[in-house]
């Protein structure tokens, strides 16, 4: 059974450089989940996927970031001119249902 | 806008003892209730899943309660062990769109 998977794990960058982040969800799932989690908080909700439409996203989700879901499978998440505020965890998560579930996320460092 | 909050932040307690875990919610109008568990540097593991329709839902020592009305979930472990040292979220959702995730509950049980 494959669960979420993301990549890269770690990434450290220097401020104003891009990133991207990609995340596979489960196969069958047709939802897809970005999130945001700092330190000594919950994940933050950045925007959501339905198969490849982008339904919903978040104020926080400036227009440095970019979200894409090509062909509903897999998805990616662009940070443009990378701040040291973006320093985080990003967090991916699928569903079929209502249940989500969560990829190990991947750690961004902006130094 | 939805508020999540959970009491206490952290909870210290010896192995076996029983303990209990709150959240509660400013919008009653929700989807779905959902409790998670996060390792420190880790990904969110999912626990229970409960329906807007449901009362409560059980998994091994784990039963997750949930009153609408009121705004308010639980989350009861039952013997706990060592290795249900963690954090433990609570999110809910309005529809599939998005999730509000509380700042977590830190557990440590004391061998």
């Known amino acids: 059974d494959t669960g979420v998977s993301q990549d890269p794990r770690h990434k450290i960058t220097k401020r104003g450089q891009n990133v991207t982040f990609r995340c596979d969800p489960i196969?069958?799932?047709?939802?897809l989940y970005w999130y945001r989690q700092t330190l000594g908080q919950g994940p933050e909700f950045l925007t959501y996927?339905?198969?490849?439409?982008?339904?919903?996203k978040s104020r926080l989700l400036s227009d440095r970031f970019s979200a894409e879901r090509p062909k509903g499978s897999f998805s990616t998440l662009e940070i443009q001119r990378t701040e040291q505020g973006d320093s985080a965890m990003y967090l991916c998560?699928?569903?079929?249902?209502?249940?989500?579930?969560f990829g190990p996320g991947t750690r961004l460092t902006v130094t | 806008k939805q508020e999540v909050t959970q009491i206490p932040a952290a909870l210290s307690v010896p192995e076996g003892e029983n303990l209990v875990l709150n959240c509660s919610f400013t919008?009653?109008?929700?989807?779905?209730l959902q409790w998670f568990r996060q390792d420190p540097g880790k990904g969110l593991t999912s626990l229970l899943l409960?329906?807007?329709?449901?009362r409560e839902q059980t998994s091994g020592r784990l039963n997750a309660s949930l009153d609408k009305s009121s705004g308010r979930s639980t989350l009861y472990i039952a013997a706990s062990q060592p290795g249900d040292s963690a954090t433990y979220l609570c999110?809910?959702?309005?529809?599939?769109?998005?999730?509000?995730f509380g700042i977590g509950t830190k557990l440590q049980v004391i061998p």
């Open positions: 998560a699928s569903s079929v249902g209502g249940e989500q579930y």
């Open positions: 196969s069958e799932h047709n939802r």
């Open positions: 996927f339905q198969n490849e439409a982008q339904l919903e």
């Open positions: 919008d009653s109008a929700i989807y779905n």
């Open positions: 409960i329906q807007s329709s449901q």
């Open positions: 999110a809910v959702s309005r529809g599939y769109q998005k999730v509000t």
